[in-house]
């Protein structure tokens, strides 16, 4: 294969993982519907892109957004407010070493003035403690801060083959976790 062939191919797979995880999180939309949950914001995917000629490869946000987040509400606001969010984290400028993978969790809000950030799961993820960055390895993990309480967990991103694993893996992890936390 030469050169031209080796980018056009690139920029195709780069097009392919993008598409076929927006095709994911409308997936979990469909699902999380039918447990009775509502994107928060509407068909907003969240994330960091930038169109700055400046940017350099280790910021956080690139011409290439490192992540698309949705989050999830079931009639509620203010303090104590439940949200489910599903991100999709495709690499982390401070990770080299990074494999792509879903991020799933539940968050409570600490008090009513709070509104998630589309940035919270990657943030909790990777950057609240560098030191234990999660690893998609299923367990969960919790963080708080003043903002929220979290708790959540990662897979990577080629072990969800189907409709299926989405039901198993996050769907149903994510409403236990949720009906968990209303006990």
């Known amino acids: 294969?030469?050169?031209?062939?080796?980018?056009?191919?690139?920029v195709q797979n780069v097009r392919s993982m993008v598409n076929n995880s927006i095709l994911?999180?409308?997936d979990v939309d469909l699902l999380l519907s039918k447990a009775g949950f509502t994107p928060l914001f509407g068909n907003t995917l969240g994330c960091e892109p930038s169109k700055n000629i400046n940017q350099s490869y280790d910021q956080p946000s690139s011409f290439f957004p490192p992540y698309m987040s949705r989050f999830y509400y079931r009639n509620e606001t203010g303090a104590g407010a439940k949200l489910l969010c599903?991100?999709?984290?495709?690499?982390?400028?401070l990770w080299d070493e990074f494999q792509p993978c879903i991020l799933a969790g539940l968050c409570?809000?600490?008090s009513k003035g709070n509104k998630p950030q589309h940035w919270w799961m990657k943030y909790y993820a990777f950057e609240f403690d560098t030191n234990e960055r999660i690893k998609p390895d299923r367990s969960i993990y919790h963080r708080e801060d003043e903002d929220a309480s979290?708790?959540?967990?990662?897979?990577?991103?080629?072990?969800?083959?189907g409709i299926e694993d989405?039901?198993?893996?996050?769907?149903?992890?994510?409403i236990e976790e949720y009906e968990r936390?209303?006990?």
Do not use: C, P, T
């Open 166 to 174: 989405i039901k198993k893996e996050i769907i149903d992890r994510l």
């Open 24 to 26: 994911l999180l409308r």
């Open 1 to 10: 294969m030469d050169q031209k062939e080796a980018l056009r191919i690139s």
């Open 86 to 93: 599903v991100n999709v984290q495709f690499y982390h400028h």
């Open 181 to 183: 936390q209303n006990d």
């Open 150 to 161: 979290v708790s959540m967990w990662g897979i990577e991103l080629q072990e969800l083959a």
């Open 108 to 110: 409570k809000l600490s």
